[in-house]
């Protein structure tokens, strides 16, 4: 049997999960794809070890003893924008869109495969090291100029910073991806499933709960009127 292609440069994930079976064998999955893993078994733990280790990504568990796993993502939102995993063992809305709310970057509903859990992860990781080759934007008019302003918005995606009216954003690795999106096609309707597939790197399943919620958050930085919704078909960047 040949062995999983390695993780890159062998990052670490910090594995909040209260099933000791489920966490013990997502553990030696994440391992053998090359992971540094760390776990905890409950959420107030697991904050506790993000603040020690300081992974590379977390991938937590929706229900949890102590500090669960939509408490845990928000007080881990308000230290860090470290891409965030969240697993929920029903997939029900309100556990969904309760996580995406409070920051996370994506969800998988349990039991998931092997494959598809360690793909999901990887595609956070590159989202997180992400760097455009090429200027995005309206007013980026050459390779020297990496500049695109948008009313009061600005992006310089040299430096992979985002400021609105003069003050730097803090956007998630999933928002700053998106928000390039938008701006490389400014006034073009992006559909959802589109925004899936190059910000998620997600096949379309019907599900575009994960590109809404985003979307939301993404509007209460930059300005609730930056970002147009076109009915039936998505959105667009106002130019």
């Not at 760390?38 to 992974?55: H, Y």
């Not at 928000?74 to 309760?98: H, N």
């Not at 590159?126 to 100029?145: L, M, Q, V």
Request: proline share 4%; charged share 25%; aromatic share 4%.
């Amino acid at each position: 049997m040949t062995n999983p292609p390695q993780a890159p440069s062998e990052a670490h994930v910090l594995l909040v999960e209260d099933d000791e079976v489920i966490r013990n064998t997502v553990r030696m999955v994440l391992e053998r794809y090359g992971f540094t893993v760390s776990t905890a078994g409950d959420g107030l733990t697991g904050l506790e070890l993000f603040r020690e280790t300081n992974p590379d990504l977390l991938l937590l568990d929706v229900m949890l003893p102590d500090l669960d796993g939509i408490g845990l993502c928000r007080r881990i939102r308000e230290l860090s924008l470290a891409p965030i995993l969240m697993m929920s063992a029903r997939g029900d809305t309100l556990d969904v869109v309760s996580g995406l709310e409070a920051g996370a970057d994506d969800y998988v509903v349990k039991p998931c495969e092997s494959a598809i859990l360690v793909a999901r992860i990887r595609s956070l990781l590159r989202r997180a090291s992400f760097a455009p080759a090429a200027t995005a934007g309206s007013r980026a008019a050459n390779e020297e100029d990496s500049t695109a302003t948008f009313g009061d918005l600005t992006i310089d995606t040299r430096g992979m910073e985002v400021s609105r009216a003069g003050r730097t954003l803090a956007l998630t690795p999933t928002e700053l991806r998106m928000l390039l999106e938008f701006a490389a096609s400014p006034g073009v309707v992006l559909e959802r499933r589109t925004l899936l597939s190059r910000v998620w790197d997600h096949a379309w399943h019907g599900d575009t709960r994960v590109v809404d919620l985003h979307v939301q958050r993404l509007r209460a930085k930059i300005g609730a009127d930056r970002i147009e919704t076109v009915r039936g078909f998505g959105y667009k960047l106002r130019r």
